[in-house]
């Protein structure tokens, strides 16, 4: 029996089909390969992120999954930067001999072995037992210094853009002379004041905190050191710090540098001058202009011909580069033209060639 070709009917009769499954497994693809640390604007909080016993780490993971983003330390001298910075390694669950008051500290004793300083903790119980008269709510951080040390909480960023840098100081002992705090982009000071016996102060609500740009594996550090007279005696000390990043680093400016951040968008093409400056969202130069730039961006238009046959337009290209839809449209205007032609009669083999 000679073979009959089938009509090619039924292929375009199916095609719409395959093209619609192509796309789902494509974007089911996109979906499940997202890391978790991809989410849209995440935020960062001390106490949030803060890990209690059995569960405990210096240095200490956010809850995106990465891990060594909380550094909680001391600094051996009052001299500001990161190079005195040492993790606290002493963990204890029962701060001042009180269930849930969980921290790390140092190894100066103060009162006895549940006291030493350094430290930097965190009321886990559900109420305030205010420890010798020490305010302490549930489910904030509490730090102190020594009068030739100082408490440290540092925070390494997990990815590269702009955040946002926002938080609290607030004396949690009515005595003593207060503490001295800044805010340092790993050696720099960015923000730094007094906190008065009694008093509270804010950062972050201005520039540069208010949007600065860090690269992946840059440090923040937020240091408490004692009072102007160097008294530390109840210079017990609230902190909250929140960290939201803004925007990631998605392409290079002109001159190399990653300092301005575009959140959701890319440079797909560059501009007549070479550079990647001028971004647009959702939107890719598929094929050159007139005068052979890509500086005109056309969404969703894919030119597989020559622009009215005129000079200096691009050649066609092969269906490799296109998208999922536009490859669809193209293979079911192809078929569609293959099966309007008149079917050509094969012929019949003769006596002679069997």
Not at 74 to 88: D, E, F, K, N
Request: aromatic share 6%.
């Amino acid at each position: 029996m000679a073979y009959r070709p089938r009509p090619l009917s039924r292929l375009v009769s199916v095609l719409p089909l395959l093209v619609a499954l192509a796309l789902g497994a494509f974007a089911l693809g996109a979906f499940a390969a997202a890391p978790v640390s991809a989410a849209v604007d995440p935020q960062w909080n001390l106490a949030a992120d803060f890990r209690t016993a059995p569960d405990q780490a210096n240095p200490n993971p956010d809850g995106f999954g990465n891990a060594a983003v909380w550094y909680f330390m001391r600094g051996s001298t009052l001299a500001p930067g990161p190079a005195s910075y040492t993790p606290l390694a002493n963990f204890i669950s029962d701060r001042f001999h009180v269930e849930g008051l969980q921290g790390w500290q140092g190894d100066v004793v103060s009162v006895d072995e549940k006291d030493q300083l350094p430290h930097v903790s965190i009321n886990s119980r559900s109420d305030n037992p205010e420890p010798l008269g020490i305010d302490w709510p549930p489910g904030t951080v509490l730090t102190h210094p020594l009068p030739d040390q100082t408490a440290v909480v540092g925070w390494r960023s997990a990815a590269s853009g702009r955040v946002a840098v926002d938080g609290s100081l607030i004396s949690r002992h009515d005595c003593g002379d207060g503490v001295t705090w800044s805010v340092d982009y790993g050696s720099t000071p960015i923000q730094a004041g007094v906190v008065p016996s009694g008093g509270a102060v804010t950062f972050g609500d201005a520039s540069p905190l208010s949007s600065l740009h860090v690269d992946q594996g840059d440090f923040l550090y937020f240091v408490i050191g004692p009072g102007p007279a160097l008294d530390h005696n109840c210079d017990s000390t609230g902190m909250d710090v929140s960290i939201t990043l803004l925007c990631r680093d998605k392409d290079n400016n002109r001159d190399g540098s990653k300092d301005k951040c575009r959140k959701h968008c890319r440079h797909k093409d560059k501009t007549r001058d070479g550079s990647k400056d001028k971004c647009r969202k959702d939107c890719r130069d598929k094929d050159k202009t007139r005068d052979g730039s890509k500086d005109k961006c056309r969404k969703d238009c894919v030119r597989r011909q020559s622009c009215g046959g005129r000079p200096g337009a691009s050649a066609p290209r092969s269906a490799s580069w296109m998208d999922p839809a536009s490859l669809g449209n193209v293979l079911g205007a192809r078929v569609t033209a293959m099966a309007a032609r008149p079917a050509q009669s094969t012929p019949k083999a003769s006596t002679a060639d069997l």
